[in-house]
T-cell receptor, first 110, second 113 residues
Framework: QQPVQSPQAVILREGEDAVINCSSSKALYSVHWYRQKHGEAPVFLMILLKGGEQKGHEKISASFNEKKQQSSLYLTASQLSYSGTYFCGTDSTGNTPLVFGKGTRLSVIA | DTGVSQNPRHKITKRGQNVTFRCDPISEHNRLYWYRQTLGQGPEFLTYFQNEAQLEKSRLLSDRFSAERPKGSFSTLEIQRTEQGDSAMYLC???????????FGQGTRLTVV
C-alpha cells in the first residue's frame, strides 16, 4: 500500500520552515526519507524505526508516530539547496522492500 | 566506495526489442534492489536480491521482466519485447541489509519508440 504524502508541492523563501507529511493505511515498522534533485538519484536523509523516535540531520529532522502510522519531515530555515522532491518510503514488517510515496516537490526561492 | 553504478545511462530502443541493464552495487552491500520511476512518481519496487538469491519477484511488472544477480555481485534487469509503456527510469539501489541506508544509482532512462 503506497503511503500518501502531503502537500504535493510547496514553495518557500529562504529561511522559511516547512513540514512534509507521510501517512500509511498499514502499520509501519520503519519510515525512510529521501531527497531527489532533478535528473539525479534519490539521496538518503534518515530512517525512523517504530518507537516514535525523532531524528535530525543538520536543519532537517523527522518524527514517527507509529500509532497514527504517520511520519513528518521538518525543514527549518530552508536553504536553496533544499530544493528537490522528497519521498518517504515505508516498510510494514521490518523485512520488506520500501514502498515509496509520490513525493513532495519543494522549491526554495531567494 | 565508488557508489552504485548503472549502465547504460540512456537507452533508446524500438518496440519489440529486448534490452538489458546492468547495476554494479557498492561492493560490501549484500542487498540489491530494482525500482522503476516514471515522471512525477516515486520509485516503484520491482525486485530485490540478497546476495545471489532473488527474494521477491512478484512485483515485476510482467513476465517480460526478469532479473539476475549471478555470484551476488552485479545484477542485470532484462525486458523482453519492449512496449512503449516500459519507457521509464530504472533505478538500482544497494544496502547492507534491511532498514539501513540504501544508495541509489543514477538510473537508466529507457525510451521505447
Amino acid at each position: 500500500q503506497q503511503p500518501v504524502q502531503s502537500p504535493q508541492a510547496v514553495i518557500l523563501r529562504e529561511g522559511e520552515d516547512a513540514v512534509i507529511n507521510c501517512s500509511s493505511s498499514k502499520a509501519l515498522y520503519s519510515v525512510h526519507w529521501y531527497r531527489q534533485k532533478h535528473g539525479e538519484a534519490p539521496v538518503f536523509l534518515m530512517i525512523l524505526l517504530k518507537g516514535g523516535e525523532q531524528k535530525g540531520h543538520e536543519k532537517i529532522s523527522a518524527s514517527f508516530n507509529e500509532k497514527k502510522q504517520q511520519s513528518s519531515l521538518y525543514l527549518t530555515a530552508s536553504q536553496l539547496s533544499y530544493s528537490g522532491t522528497y519521498f518517504c518510503g515505508t516498510d510494514s514488517t521490518g523485512n520488506t522492500p520500501l514502498v515509496f510515496g509520490k513525493g513532495t516537490r519543494l522549491s526554495v526561492i531567494a | 566506495d565508488t557508489g552504485v553504478s548503472q549502465n547504460p545511462r540512456h537507452k533508446i530502443t524500438k518496440r519489440g526489442q529486448n534490452v538489458t541493464f546492468r547495476c554494479d552495487p557498492i561492493s560490501e552491500h549484500n542487498r540489491l534492489y530494482w525500482y522503476r520511476q516514471t515522471l512525477g512518481q516515486g520509485p516503484e519496487f520491482l525486485t530485490y536480491f540478497q546476495n545471489e538469491a532473488q527474494l521477491e519477484k512478484s512485483r515485476l511488472l510482467s513476465d517480460r521482466f526478469s532479473a539476475e544477480r549471478p555470484k551476488g555481485s552485479f545484477s542485470t534487469l532484462e525486458i523482453q519485447r519492449t512496449e512503449q509503456g516500459d519507457s521509464a527510469m530504472y533505478l538500482c539501489a544497494s544496502s547492507r541489509g534491511m532498514n539501513t541506508e540504501a544508495f541509489f544509482g543514477q538510473g537508466t532512462r529507457l525510451t521505447v519508440v
